[in-house]
């Protein structure tokens, strides 16, 4: 039955209607669609594009080379050598149990070494390259390279270590680098991204550690391009780090090596200034130890035997040990009271052998005493009653303020670890420490550097320094950083009398240069080489004890200071000898022997010694292990 025109027109223009709403949807879902086709491939062309070359390219950071460190002639100290080593990015690796088991074909892994790399793979971000061997030989890293297409994630590299070409020499000035640890990090609220690279090295102690900022540099960085297998195909662009600095020190490597080799099978220390700059020329400490053992980890053999060692060649003695300086301290005493006006340098005090105080009895070293003495004798002969008489009179404050003032009781500003303060007491000191009162028998043992006066090699030798020149001379030992020189540092005149000075100058020649001084026998005889010095002997036990027939570690510490040569000062020298008995006979000859080798330049013929002593020092220069000029080590050429 044929529907009625009416419906069918009425049909049609529905289906127009849904037609065109139809219609009109598709275009404006296609109008959406081609919008926001042009908005990402136009618009944000450049974002999808960064985002793609992520899924392709790794940006890595590269470790600058350290800056050098060069001894005041231009020896390396401490440089950077090459090393071969694999490192591997968990992100790119795929089955690292496969990975090993391959890489272990190729190059000689430890159960260790897996395991320590494995450690370090957990705890780092899985897109940190985190280092499985280094110290390669080139033919391991070139199998390495060979096979990279079945070692995904696998790359070889060449870096840099660090290495200390003069090994025991500097390795209490320098210190050394080691691998960032997590108490390193610890330490630091914003580290730096290139200690978060493993084994990356910093500097753990000595000038490494103190001037690290300087050395480590500023990282570069490289965009490499990997495969979906994680394997590096190739770099597109590299930017270059800033090197680090490179730093010229004061110390002279053949004083150095010299004082190092003069102090073999003891426990000492030792420290050379210029007194007109400042300059640190030697800074040793004996037993010293290879810092090359810690840079890329000391074994634990090598570890313990450092540490059970009694001589402690870890600690350095020359800055970090404090010491009663004994009878050195007695031209603190001296200048306290002539400075004060209780004493003049003529006037001169009876010696018994002892002084009375109450009912106590303060000992001079010689038990019949000196008789009659002034300040010229009472140190030529160190003669201990005339100080014990110098502090009641003066009193320690006024002792204290000079000790100050020459260098004593002071942290000098020495970029190395532990530098020690050092001690020179007051009333208030020992009130606020010890909550007791000071008594006359404290400043008595004050005076002649006994009791609770303390001082390290470093400060005995600027006080000699000041002493010898009159001038608040500070120690100095970087020399110039990238070329740059670094200011001489002082602060001027002492202000002391000239007089008083000059008295204390004539003594200590005399201690050196006269039959009666207590160091004759370690005197130099040309004119240009004489010295002037001070010996000393610090108490280890609260009794005097006869230190030939004691075990070593109760016997006195032994103390030379000096300065050289007398009439134009241009070196200051101290020398502590632990347990060595007496100053002038275990700390004096090896002063002297520095002093000389300081000024000749290198080792000096004989005739600079007294005749008597000459056959004594051929023999223990004769047995030195001095480095030779071809930088190894062995017997001596002597003059």
């Given at each position: 039955m044929r529907r009625p025109p009416k419906d069918t027109e009425e049909s049609a223009r529905r289906i127009t209607r849904r037609g065109l709403v139809l219609g009109g949807s598709m275009l404006g879902f296609m109008g959406v669609l081609g919008t926001r086709m042009r908005y990402m491939q136009i618009d944000q062309a450049e974002q999808f594009r960064l985002l793609a070359e992520e899924n392709r390219i790794n940006i890595r950071l590269i470790p600058p080379a350290r800056g050098l460190i060069f001894d005041r002639t231009g020896v390396p100290i401490a440089e950077n050598t090459q090393n071969y080593r694999i490192v591997i990015v968990r992100e790119d690796a795929g089955d690292l149990d496969e990975t090993f088991a391959k890489l272990r074909e190729l190059v000689p892994l430890t159960d260790d070494d897996v395991e320590r790399a494995m450690r370090e793979i957990r705890r780092r971000s899985p897109f940190v390259p985190v280092t499985i061997a280094d110290q390669l030989a080139w033919e391991d890293v070139a199998e390495v390279a060979v096979n990279a297409p079945a070692l995904p994630g696998v790359t070889p590299e060449v870096g840099l270590t660090r290495h200390y070409p003069l090994e025991e020499d500097f390795a209490h000035v320098v210190g050394y680098v080691g691998p960032v640890s997590d108490y390193d990090l610890s330490k630091l609220e914003d580290p730096d991204p290139l200690l978060q690279i493993p084994k990356f090295q910093i500097g753990k102690v000595g000038l490494e550690a103190r001037q690290e900022d300087?050395?480590?540099?500023?990282?570069?960085?490289?965009?490499?391009e990997v495969n979906a297998g994680g394997r590096v195909m190739r770099e597109?662009?590299?930017?270059?780090?800033?090197?680090?600095?490179?730093?010229?020190?004061?110390?002279?490597?053949?004083?150095?090596?010299?004082?190092?080799?003069?102090?073999?099978?003891?426990?000492?220390a030792a420290v050379v200034m210029d007194v007109r700059s400042g300059d640190v020329l030697a800074i040793a400490s004996a037993p010293s130890f290879d810092p090359n053992l810690f840079?890329?980890?000391i074994s634990v053999k090598d570890y313990k035997a450092l540490t059970e060692n009694d001589?402690?060649?870890?600690?350095?003695?020359?800055?970090?040990?404090?010491?009663?300086?004994?009878?050195?301290?007695?031209?603190?005493?001296?200048?306290?009271?002539?400075?004060?006006?209780?004493?003049?340098?003529?006037?001169?005090i009876y010696c018994p052998g002892y002084k009375q105080l109450?009912?106590?009895?303060?000992?001079c070293w010689k038990r019949g005493g000196h008789g009659y003495v002034d300040l010229h004798d009472s140190l030529m002969r160190s003669c201990d009653v005339y100080y014990y008489e110098l502090a009641e009179r003066v009193g320690i404050d006024r002792i204290s303020e000079m000790a100050t003032r020459l260098g004593i009781g002071v942290r000098h500003d020495l970029p190395m670890s532990a530098v020690a303060e050092g001690?020179?007491?007051?009333?208030?000191?020992?009130?606020?420490?010890?909550?007791?009162?000071?008594?006359?028998?404290?400043?008595?043992?004050?005076?002649?550097?006994?009791?609770?006066?303390?001082?390290?090699?470093?400060?005995?030798?600027?006080?000699?320094?000041?002493?010898?020149?009159?001038?608040a001379i500070r120690p100095r030992l970087v020399k110039s950083i990238d070329t740059e020189e670094q200011p001489i540092l002082s602060d001027g005149p002492l202000g002391l009398s000239p007089t008083t000075l000059s008295q204390v100058r004539k003594a200590m020649f005399s201690v050196s240069n006269s039959r009666q001084g207590t160091a004759y026998r370690s005197r130099l005889l040309p004119e240009d080489m004489k010295l002037a010095g001070k010996t000393g002997t610090s108490q280890v036990r609260s009794v005097v004890v006869d230190n030939k027939n004691v075990p070593w570690e109760q016997r006195d510490h032994a103390l030379f200071v000096c300065f050289a040569p007398y009439d134009n000062p241009r070196i200051a020298?101290?020398?502590?000898?632990?347990?060595?008995?007496?100053?002038?006979?275990?700390?004096?000859?090896?002063?002297?022997?520095?002093?000389?080798?300081?000024?000749?330049?290198?080792?000096?013929?004989?005739?600079?010694?007294?005749?008597?002593?000459?056959?004594?020092?051929?023999?223990?220069?004769?047995?030195?292990?001095?480095?030779?000029k071809d930088g190894k080590t062995g017997r001596s050429d002597r003059a």
């Open positions: 300087l050395l480590r540099g500023s990282a570069g960085t490289k965009r490499i597109l662009s590299r930017q270059e780090g800033k090197k680090g600095a490179d730093l010229q020190l004061t110390v002279d490597h053949g004083l150095q090596n010299f004082i190092n080799a003069r102090l073999v099978g003891e426990s000492a840079v890329r980890g001589h402690r060649p870890l600690a350095n003695k020359s800055v970090q040990g404090t010491y009663p300086p004994g009878s050195t301290f007695k031209m603190v005493t001296a200048l306290a009271a002539h400075e004060a006006g209780v004493v003049t340098a003529g006037e001169t109450g009912t106590r009895r303060f000992h001690l020179a007491p007051t009333k208030a000191w020992k009130q606020g420490n010890r909550q007791e009162s000071w008594m006359v028998g404290d400043s008595l043992n004050a005076s002649i550097g006994q009791g609770f006066v303390l001082a390290s090699p470093l400060q005995l030798c600027v006080m000699t320094a000041r002493i010898a020149t009159g001038e020298v101290s020398v502590v000898v632990e347990h060595g008995g007496g100053g002038s006979t275990a700390a004096a000859p090896v002063a002297r022997d520095i002093v000389a080798r300081a000024l000749w330049g290198d080792l000096p013929p004989l005739d600079v010694f007294p005749s008597g002593e000459r056959d004594g020092i051929a023999e223990i220069w004769d047995s030195m292990p001095l480095r030779r």
